[in-house]
């Protein structure tokens, strides 16, 4: 109870406010961002692989812990940035398809001199880098008849179990292929971790550990 509690106070306190709010209309769709862009942003939360920076478009983008520096060792993200920091960084990648934007803060020789492949491995995050309650953002690969396998950006897809998907029950008795379908976008929590099978379990409702927004009530005397 001491450590979940002490670790919802250390969510708490990175929470930072965004320049624009997720759902504002003046956001930049993926569309219409192009590779080599420079983009102004804000680092919203970090992770163990990276940070997730808002740069005003309509999702987040990760700057992976080995798009930062080559000329220094990073062993986490938190030697270099804290929420709230402003940075520069450019465009590596994106798929507007899948609402994916890679960021990096390399020069263009450093990413020249690189495999692109060997990027694209790197990026993909560890079981081990995860921990409860990390957000991540998927699209469902594969429907079964418990659940749906989904793509997360990490060695392995994570399973996301009928029961913990935000429509489960709105229609009593439907399968999950009436509301779990490939290609599906999904913002899920991680449920659990698996080292020795290599898997990772996935919810798709906000867990009740998270801080939620402030709710103001109005006293009437």
């Known amino acids: 109870m001491f450590y979940k509690d002490s670790e919802v106070r250390r969510r708490r306190e990175a929470r930072v406010t965004r320049p624009l709010p997720t759902n504002s209309p003046d956001r930049i769709p993926l569309s ?3 590779p080599g862009s420079q983009l102004q942003g804000t680092v919203i939360s970090m992770v163990d692989f990276g ?3 808002d740069v005003q478009t309509e999702c987040d983008g990760l700057l992976h812990i080995s798009q930062i520096t080559r000329a220094d060792f990073i062993a986490h993200p938190k030697q ?3 929420p709230g920091d402003s940075v520069t960084v450019r465009v590596l990648r994106v798929s507007p398809d899948m609402k994916k934007l890679q960021l990096t803060m390399l020069s263009p020789s450093d ?3 690189s495999s692109l492949d060997d990027d694209d491995d790197e990026d993909r995050i560890q079981l081990e880098d995860l921990t409860i309650d990390d957000e991540v953002w998927g699209e469902i690969k594969r429907v079964t008849a418990f659940g749906a396998f989904v793509e997360v950006g990490a060695k392995v897809d994570g399973f996301l179990h009928f029961m913990d998907h935000p429509e489960f029950g709105q229609v009593p008795g439907a399968k999950p ?3 779990m379908r490939v290609k599906d976008r999904l913002r899920c929590w991680v449920s659990d971790i698996n080292l020795e099978k290599n898997r990772i ?3 798709a409702n906000r867990p009740a550990s998270l801080p939620g927004p402030r709710r103001e009530f109005k006293i009437i005397q």
Request: proline letters at 0%.
């Open 201 to 203: 379990k996935l919810t």
């Open 51 to 53: 940070v997730y920076v």
């Open 111 to 113: 990413i020249a001199n």
């Open 177 to 179: 292929s009436a509301f």
């Open 80 to 82: 270099v940035f804290k």
């Open 32 to 34: 219409q961002i192009t």
